[in-house]
């Protein structure tokens, strides 16, 4: 089975993407061709949304719909467009209007623009600090960092990093354990300034192996063999020094940053 979905946001989309793609999740049975129309600030692009939206019927199927619009008027344009339109703003917003005692601003994009710009300037010096933190690329003001993630090369360190700034506004620092530090199963002594921050991932070795291949596909590198070697040495060093890791074998990026932002009390 196949469905046209689409999402709808007088912002980025990010919301009614997120959320519609979590409902979606529920329905693996079928397979959804998804749009995102972004910036849908006015009746002229909101009649531009409806058009697209109509063209997708022609193989007979009515298509699916997310919206977050706070503008009422063009909530109703988008809403005459098919059958399934889902409010997803609209559902909560009376009852928590009534649950608050107040109307809410009815402001488009309040998540993800700039309305805080401390908050903002926050995320992109939490950007900046994970950038120039990667992959052991800077050790200076390593103590700085909220986390430093350690772990064999291509275990997931870097986008989670990334991910833990972007979502999260956290400075972010990964470490690669490289051979001199398997060998010994000692802390490198440059993460001694921060070691209460240090997280670890670990992974299996035949997913690390296929990924390594992808990026190398020759040489001892990506072997199974060097793989469980380093996996088991990087373990090894997590246990003994009491540096709490998790395995992301079977774990999204999105999932490991929450997982470790639990287990470290970061807020």
Same mark, same amino acid.
């Given at each position: 089975m196949k469905r046209d979905v689409f999402f709808i946001s007088d912002r980025t989309g990010i919301t009614a993407e997120n959320l519609g793609a979590s409902l979606l999740t529920q329905f693996p049975n079928i397979q959804f061709n998804r749009t995102n129309i972004p910036f849908v600030t006015n009746e002229k692009a909101a009649q531009a949304a409806v058009l697209a939206i109509r063209q997708s019927k022609k193989n007979g199927v009515e298509p699916i719909v997310f919206s977050t619009l706070t503008d009422m008027a063009t909530q109703t344009i988008i809403k005459g467009s098919c059958a399934h339109v889902f409010d997803l703003f609209g559902t909560f917003v009376e009852p928590l209007e009534e649950a608050l005692g107040t109307e809410s601003s009815h402001k488009a994009g309040r998540m993800h623009g700039i309305g805080d710009t401390n908050a903002y300037d926050k995320r992109v010096h939490a950007l900046n600090f994970t950038l120039g933190h990667d992959d052991g690329l800077s050790l200076r003001n390593l103590n700085d960092a909220d986390i430093v993630l350690i772990g064999v090369s291509r275990c997931g360190k870097t986008p989670t990093? #990334? $991910?833990?700034?972007?979502? $999260?506004? #956290?400075?972010?620092?990964? $470490?690669?354990?490289?051979q001199d530090d398997l060998?010994?199963?000692?802390?490198?002594?440059?993460?001694?300034?921060c070691r209460g921050k240090l997280y670890g991932l670990t992974i299996e070795a035949e997913q690390l192996s296929r990924?390594?291949?992808?990026?190398?596909?020759t040489g001892e590198y990506s072997t199974l063999s060097r793989c469980q070697w380093e996996i088991a040495r990087a373990e090894k060093l997590f246990i003994e020094e009491q540096i709490p890791f998790i395995d992301t074998t079977t774990v999204s990026i999105e999932e490991m940053a929450a997982i470790a932002r639990r287990d470290m009390k970061l807020r």
């Open positions: 990093c #990334l $991910y833990l700034a972007m979502q $999260y506004s #956290l400075k972010a620092a990964n $470490y690669p354990l490289i060998v010994g199963s000692t802390l490198p002594k440059s993460l001694d300034s990924i390594r291949k992808e990026r190398r596909p």
